[in-house]
């Protein structure tokens, strides 16, 4: 996720440098390397981006559909109304698992996982073959810079890539389940950026050391600040109310401390942000006052301090966190959403719901943390799950349940940031969204665009999760999901009448792009492959005018990354994801050292659900050659050809 538009550094904008582009199962010798889009000598500039479509990949060609497979085009105008074309392709640094050489000597294996004192976790679960566990799980994504970096082995300039991986699905036996059983590990990839190239190889890995702010909990999508730090994310915070018996949080405690009953479920479900530093390492911090919510993907706003969350859950909400300074988003007021009427996801809608702002409180990360330290979650509010039938308790529904609560005396504060999805259904914010997943910011626009992976359950009048007067309510559900924009606006006020301190605030809520549900195709799809189905990642292009949407799908047999023109409403599909891998990582880069990336990852390529029965047989063990037994994924960039010429 990018900020507000940046100037390039060069006259004109220079597009995804890259590799030759070659199929990712084969050999073969290296074609000219993309260089820069620019102008020819004649002096024409840059004018406009399209991209064409490829085909979904099908059974008459099984290897596509069991790896990245690229067949689209980028389509580049001038101001003497020519157009070049480039074809896309794809280029991993790694896939997990791989051993690469670590920042600080040796060697160490991607996406690998430590414990709360960075010895390595070690998969036990077939005798004779014990080795690290690694994530078949990359996620949330930042390619940026730091001055006056230095890194031994770079030769051209230093770029850098901080990668999130967001768990682990299996054990090696195939049979243990590890979903949200391992601490979720961070890593910063030193890149060499080829000058004149602008093709970017991995050089160097790091770990991040997590036990200053408690490891991390499912790091899932992740957004670049406009300060240019990573903005990472703790999605599915832990009941702190039953986490004592749940066997996940257990075994994830097991695994970071060596205590099942060790780790603090207040200690997650908060926002880490990850510093680089100039040699290849990182430090990493947690804000605790943005909200223990199910933090998908941050995006900050162009004046550097509002925040527009995603909020991956059932009952979820719009949360905003507008913080007190700028670039410093350890102090700040938390507000949350009430829908207005006219909600709907008809993408021809021509008006959209009003947004109005909840004020939960204001504090600071310490407080906060120092909060979490010290209570219990009896020490905050009284929850029932069945009616007492005591009018001094609030019936909400939130995280997927109806429950009664009380709130002790005094504990406000104490509700607001930490238990946060109860406490915004106690104070009246609209808890109906299912599964909001990325956000992002068209600058120019003012405009939010912000991903609903499902409409469904909570959202869907006479539902049990349903609740009655809180806007979010539409006739059916539509399972393949949803892109909503948001319109920014200054000057607005919370509920009670205080002004709110920011320009960017989102008033309404309107379907952009909606999903749609079909019966299943002859390959099993049921979600039409030819438009977006369970959008997930979203990253918006200022240059290109571009909103990019990656899908995590259990609709598309492949789930598909895909380009949408703000200007144009053209849809393109870029990308086909490995069959039963999901589309992660993605990051749209404007410009870095004159150059533009797209940065995008996979997940868990097949992990087979049941739309996958026609073409398990066929493509099993096809990914399973492709990805370690399936227990690799892959984190790469989208790249172009042929050698482009220069503009301006």
């Known amino acids: 996720m990018t900020s507000a538009s940046t100037p390039s550094r060069r006259q004109a904008l220079q597009f995804l440098a890259g590799i030759p582009l070659l199929p990712l199962t084969t050999g073969g010798a290296a074609a000219a390397l993309l260089t820069a889009c620019g102008g020819g000598d004649d002096g024409a500039s840059y004018v406009s981006t399209a991209f064409t479509s490829m085909a979904a990949p099908s059974l008459a ?12 085009t980028m389509q580049v105008t001038l101001s003497d109304n020519s157009v070049q074309s480039y074809a896309l392709a794809y280029q991993p640094f790694f896939i997990t698992g791989d051993t690469v050489a670590n920042v600080k000597g040796g060697t160490i294996v991607a996406g690998s996982y430590y414990d709360i004192n960075n010895q390595p976790i070690i998969d036990t679960t077939v005798a004779g073959k014990e080795r690290q ?15 006056n970096a230095k890194v031994d082995g770079v030769k051209g300039n230093h770029v850098f890539a901080v990668v999130q991986f967001e768990y682990t699905t299996w054990a090696q036996d195939g049979k243990t389940d590890m979903y949200g059983k391992l601490p979720s590990p961070i890593a910063v990839l030193t890149l060499d950026q080829d ?4 093709k970017l190889s991995l050089v160097k890995y790091h770990n991040v050391d997590t036990s200053k702010v408690h490891g991390l909990w499912i790091t899932c999508g992740a957004s670049l600040s406009p300060w240019g730090t990573h903005l990472s994310s703790e999605e599915y915070e832990p009941d702190a109310f039953t986490a004592s018996t749940n066997a996940q949080f257990q075994a994830y405690a097991k695994n970071l401390y060596g205590d099942a009953s060790r780790a603090n479920p207040y200690h997650y479900g908060h926002m880490p942000e990850v510093t680089v530093n100039a040699d290849g390492t990182a430090s990493i911090k947690k804000h605790f006052c943005m909200g223990r919510i199910s933090h998908e993907l941050v995006q900050v706003m162009p004046d550097q301090r509002t925040a527009l969350m995603g ?4 009952n979820s909400a719009y949360f905003v966190f507008v913080a007190d300074r700028e670039k410093d988003l350890s102090s700040g007021t938390l507000y ?3 829908v207005g009427a006219g909600f709907t996801v008809d993408a021809k809608a021509t008006a959209g719901a009003p947004l109005t702002w909840i004020k939960l409180g204001s504090a600071n990360s310490a407080e906060i943390e120092a909060l979490a330290n010290t209570l219990k979650p ?9 009616n007492p039938n005591d009018a001094s308790y609030t019936r909400i529904v939130a995280n997927g349940k109806e429950e009664w609560i009380k709130i002790k005396p005094g504990m406000e504060k104490a509700a607001a940031f930490l238990e946060t999805h109860r406490y915004a259904a106690f104070v009246g914010a609209s808890m109906g969204f299912t599964k909001m997943e990325g956000t992002t910011v068209n600058a120019k626009d003012k405009i939010a665009y912000s991903a609903l992976q499902n409409v469904q359950t909570s959202m869907v009048a006479g539902n049990a999760l349903n609740v009655a007067g809180n806007g979010v309510s539409v006739p059916k559900a539509i399972n393949a999901g949803a ?14 009448g205080a002004a709110i301190n920011s320009d960017w605030m989102p008033v309404d809520t309107k379907a952009l792009l909606v999903g749609e549900d079909i019966t299943a195709d002859a ?3 049921t979600a039409n492959p030819d438009t977006i189905g369970n959008p997930d990642n979203l990253k918006f292009s200022e240059k290109m005018r571009t909103l990019f949407i990656g899908e995590d799908s259990g609709q598309h047999v492949n789930n598909f990354l895909w380009a949408y023109n703000v200007d144009t409403k053209k849809l393109s599909r870029l990308m086909s994801i490995p069959a039963g891998g999901e589309s992660t990582g993605l990051h749209a880069v404007d410009e870095i050292n004159g150059w533009t990336y797209i940065m995008s990852n996979f997940q868990h390529a097949g992990d087979w659900g049941s739309i996958h029965n026609v073409v398990k047989p066929t493509l099993d063990p096809l990914i399973i050659a492709n990805y370690k037994n399936k227990a690799g994924a892959a984190v790469g960039y989208l790249t172009a050809t042929p050698k482009q010429p220069r503009l301006g």
């Open 195 to 198: 000058p004149n190239t602008g």
């Open 61 to 72: 060609n099984p290897a596509a559909m069991a790896t990245n497979t690229v067949g689209s």
């Open 378 to 386: 009896t020490d905050i509010m009284a929850v029932a799950t069945a």
């Open 523 to 525: 390959l099993g799809n």
């Open 133 to 147: 566990f690694f994530s078949d799980a990359p996620d949330g994504t930042s390619l940026l810079t730091v001055p």
């Open 336 to 338: 949350a959403a009430k």
């Open 311 to 314: 909020d991956d859950a059932t």
């Open 483 to 496: 892109v909503m924009a948001l319109n920014l606006r200054g000057g607005q006020k919370d509920t009670a």
